[in-house]
């Protein structure tokens, strides 16, 4: 049965819907949005299939030649949107970012799929499964020649933007030899519609603009952009959401009698090499500096991907338990995007504090999955409570449930639909 829950989540769904792909909110951010609209994907799934996959489609229609799926794309002009189309000079059309975002694709994709079997249409969406499988697996291999050219196993993000947590701590120290001298005057859209407290400050952005400069410098050359890049962070968030993406998309070969051996090759790297990732000195997953070797230490929300990315690891799974122990101990709601303990911990600024519920779904998702259902039934609990209480919010301060960021966000409504379902 459809509550006024679901049928609100719906409407904003319809309302962000331009056609073929949505907007992660209509003021804020009027184009369309890699990881967002995976995620928005499930949620058009509980009440619309078709238009489920048509989203997915949409992102994957703008594809490079070598499998690189943009960030952003400006499917339509809108003034005064920075940092925009000319900014970026992808030189493409429709014109799109340079940069990446989290692959979490493939695991929406063989949601969408077992959906549509369980229901009996399996046959239906065959040839669109088809056709995603082959951009999906051209995407997972740009990741493993453009973001691991070391080869380590893990995703080394080039921009803080690439991430999905903007202006999360971890980019703070690696951030700072990035040249800032050249960037230049100009105006920032998100501080024109929101409050400027729960957004990245001005030096967060000058280094955003010095990477883009840079990536456009050399033409969004991947390969020359990973050699030289003056920020080259391995991410624990990525890298955890691309070695769970590699294994749904080696279930999907499997059912599809495709070749599985190249994805079960970067399976087997991402497990051998994860562990560069954890940080004895925390005991935690963390992300951690390329270019120094340097950790964050910082115990975020992405920490608690490893259960996701199907790593079973007795002693380190125990560490990170102890962790939500000692986290769900001193926030209302879990996950905060940083922990409450941390100094620099803020209930409202964006990445360093708030709740996101697209996060949640993946931790909550992985945890219940591993066993742990006590913890991944509370961080379902807490974000469905945030949702019905505050509202469509683009994130929450897990203090006291206040909203922040922008209201009627694609993602949260998609996922407050997509765990009010089952
Ligand atoms: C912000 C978020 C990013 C998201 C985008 C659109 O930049 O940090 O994760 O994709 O907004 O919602």
Not at 16 to 23: A, E, F, I, P
Not at 76 to 93: I, K, L
Not at 101 to 130: H, K, Y
Request: aromatic content about 12%; overall charge negative.
């Amino acid at each position: 049965m459809t509550d006024q829950f679901q049928q609100a989540a719906r409407a904003i769904l319809r309302a962000n819907d331009r056609g073929g792909y949505t907007v992660p909110n209509g003021r804020v951010y009027p184009f369309q949005w890699n990881w967002d609209s995976a995620f928005v994907a499930l949620g058009f799934d509980t009440f619309d299939r078709d238009r489920a996959w048509t989203e997915v489609e949409t992102l994957f229609r703008v594809q490079w030649s070598d499998g690189f799926v943009p960030h952003i794309v400006f499917w339509q002009d809108e003034e005064g949107y920075f940092p925009g189309p000319s900014v970026w000079s992808t030189g493409t059309e429709p014109p799109t970012s340079g940069i990446t975002q989290p692959p979490v694709a493939a695991t929406v994709v063989r949601r969408l799929w077992d959906s549509a079997a369980a229901a009996g249409a399996a046959e239906d969406f065959r040839p669109r499964l088809e056709a995603l499988f082959d951009k999906l697996i051209a995407w997972h291999r740009w990741f493993a020649v453009n973001r691991d050219h070391e080869e380590r196993g893990v995703v080394v993000a080039m921009h803080p933007w690439e991430t999905g947590r903007d202006n999360s701590p971890e980019w703070d120290v690696p951030g700072e030899p990035i040249d800032i001298s050249g960037v230049g005057d100009y105006v920032r859209r998100d501080t024109g519609h929101l409050d400027a407290k729960m957004r990245p400050t001005k030096l967060e952005y000058d280094r955003y603009l010095a990477l883009v400069q840079y990536g456009r410098a050399q033409g969004w050359d991947h390969r020359k952009i990973a050699a030289g890049n003056p920020f080259r962070v391995a991410d624990i968030g990525m890298s955890m959401i691309l070695l769970r993406a590699n294994r749904d998309l080696l279930a999907l070969a499997g059912m599809l009698g495709r070749d599985g051996s190249e994805i079960a090759g970067w399976i087997a790297r991402a497990e051998a090499g994860i562990s560069w990732l954890w940080d004895e000195a925390t005991s935690t997953w963390c992300s951690r500096d390329v270019l120094t070797g340097r950790f964050s230490g910082f115990v975020t929300s992405a920490s608690f991907l490893s259960f996701y990315a199907g790593i079973a690891d007795p002693a380190k799974d125990a560490a990170m338990l102890n962790h939500i122990e000692r986290i769900a101990g001193k926030v209302r709601y879990l996950m905060p995007s940083l922990d409450p303990e941390d100094p620099g911990f803020q209930m409202i600024r964006y990445w360093r504090g708030p709740v996101w519920a697209v996060v949640n779904w993946m931790i909550g998702t992985g945890l219940s999955e591993a066993g742990h259902d006590n913890w991944g039934g509370k961080v379902r609990a807490d974000t469905l409570d945030l949702i019905r209480t505050t509202g469509f919010y683009e994130a929450f301060s897990p203090i006291d449930g206040s909203g922040s960021g922008g209201d009627d966000f694609s993602w949260t409504a998609a996922i407050g639909l997509a765990w009010s379902k089952d």
